[in-house]
């Protein structure tokens, strides 16, 4: 059996491009040459494919026998990419167009995890129509509701703070999502869908930081990534049973990180991301390497998977 040809896709027209392009490339780099021949793609940010077009670049995924699509946030992990796949008739590995568009909106991830039982912080949606007659009246998180990386999100504890952190988060974004700060741990998990049902879930990761976890703490290096997390078994068990309902009623596939935070009242959950940072260093490469899985195991299994 000859070498996959598979389609490693960077950048993007978002806020995450570079943080892209990392990922895409620390991800086409570990893909073995002896099984697979890795043709590279990028995304510029204007969201055009460069010198190919989009036509051309078309041509160049129906060449491939798979596609690993590593194009964090909108335009790309949000469910374009996935269409793009679908209507080219291409495999692809990770979410399709619905789990991909749900999870990135933030407050339909919401909605959905409160529909199947898992808490999340109380918050609300704005608009910038509603945005001017939003009061501040304790300490809330402001972030936009569909950008990754936790760019534009303030902790903001204090009411002078609260008009610079919406103008921040609105300029990534239409809507705006102000939730109550959660007092608990970061913590992570990996959810990783198998053939006939199966789930695998990777060992917790907390994230050891001073206030939010926001862009600077998580690529700047003040963070800590403890993993596995010290838990109590009930703990570790609510959190995994957690995780597995919110991405399948999200309808995820492939892999996907659940954040919560851990309160003395059960799991919250944060957010779902359904293309992570993707770099060996990342979380996700993390809590699976601290199960026995290598990255490249990693992304073996997944290339291997979407193919059936």
Same mark, same amino acid.
């Given at each position: ?30 893909? $073995?040459?002896? =099984?697979? @021949? ?23 995924? !129906?060449?491939? @026998? *798979? *596609? ?9 992990? @949000? ?26 909106? =933030?407050? %339909?991830? =919401?909605?959905? +995890? !409160?529909?199947?039982?898992? %808490?999340?912080?109380? &918050? ?18 402001? =972030? ?29 974004? @239409? ?11 970061? *913590? $992570? ?5 198998? %053939? ?13 930081? #001073? ?29 995994? #049973?957690? %995780?597995? +309902?919110?991405?399948?009623?999200? &309808? ?24 992570? &940072?993707?770099?060996?260093?990342? !979380?996700?490469?993390? /809590? ?11 992304? #073996? /299994?997944?290339?291997? #998977?979407?193919?059936?």
């Amino acid at each position: 059996m000859g070498r996959l040809r598979v389609a490693v896709i960077g950048g993007g027209a978002s806020c995450e491009h570079d943080v892209s392009l990392a990922s895409a490339a620390s991800v086409a780099a570990a893909l $073995d040459p002896r =099984k697979y @021949d890795v043709v590279r793609m990028s995304i510029a940010r204007d969201g055009s494919w460069g010198d190919l077009g989009l036509g051309r670049a078309v041509r160049v995924l !129906q060449g491939c @026998d *798979v *596609v690993l699509p590593v194009v964090h946030g909108p335009h790309g992990e @949000d469910g374009t990419l996935a269409a793009l796949c679908e209507l080219a008739r291409v495999p692809y590995v990770g979410s399709g167009v619905r789990a991909g568009a749900l999870a990135m909106d =933030k407050w %339909a991830t =919401k909605l959905v +995890a !409160q529909a199947v039982g898992v %808490a999340t912080a109380p &918050g609300v949606l704005l608009t910038a129509v509603a945005a001017p007659s939003y009061a501040w009246t304790h300490p809330v998180v402001v =972030k936009p509701v569909a950008a990754g990386s936790s760019l534009g999100v303030t902790l903001v504890d204090r009411p002078e703070l609260l008009a610079p952190a919406l103008e921040e988060a609105f300029a990534l974004g @239409d809507r705006v999502l102000v939730e109550d700060v959660v007092p608990g741990r970061e *913590v $992570d998990l990996a959810v990783l869908a198998r %053939a006939g049902g199966r789930r695998i879930v990777s060992p917790a990761l907390e994230i050891a930081v #001073d206030g939010v976890f926001g862009f600077e703490e998580k690529y700047g290096g003040s963070a800590r990534f403890i993993v596995p997390a010290a838990l109590r078994e009930t703990e570790r068990k609510e959190l995994e #049973d957690a %995780a597995v +309902a919110v991405f399948d009623a999200l &309808g995820c596939a492939g892999v996907a990180r659940v954040d919560f935070f851990v309160t003395d009242a059960g799991p919250v959950l944060n957010e779902v991301n359904t293309m992570p &940072g993707f770099t060996a260093e990342s !979380q996700v490469p993390k /809590m699976f390497a601290a199960a026995g899985m290598s990255y490249p195991a990693l992304l #073996d /299994m997944l290339v291997r #998977d979407a193919l059936g």
